[in-house]
């Protein structure tokens, strides 16, 4: 019975982190799409070659998590 609960504790543990590394790429490929999308759009509207491009940082809220959880 107690090395039951260890593997599901050890389930639950794997689950929760990919579950976080899963939204943790789902928000870096959100933001990498919106870089894309704003830079096309920057680019379509301006003639000339722009001067700044607008750089979307990744949110980096589930890092300090996964280095907990690693």
């Given amino acids: 019975m107690y090395t039951h609960n ?9 689950y929760l982190f ?3 590394y899963v939204s943790y790429l789902a928000n870096y490929f959100l933001h990498v799409s919106l870089l894309f999308t704003t830079t ?3 680019l379509q509207n301006m003639p000339h070659y722009p001067t700044h491009i607008p750089i979307y940082i990744p949110n980096a809220q589930y890092v300090p998590m996964i280095l907990i959880l690693i």
């Fill in 40 to 42: 096309f759009i920057f």
């Fill in 18 to 20: 990919i579950y976080i």
């Fill in 6 to 14: 260890l593997c599901t504790s050890i389930e639950i543990v794997t």
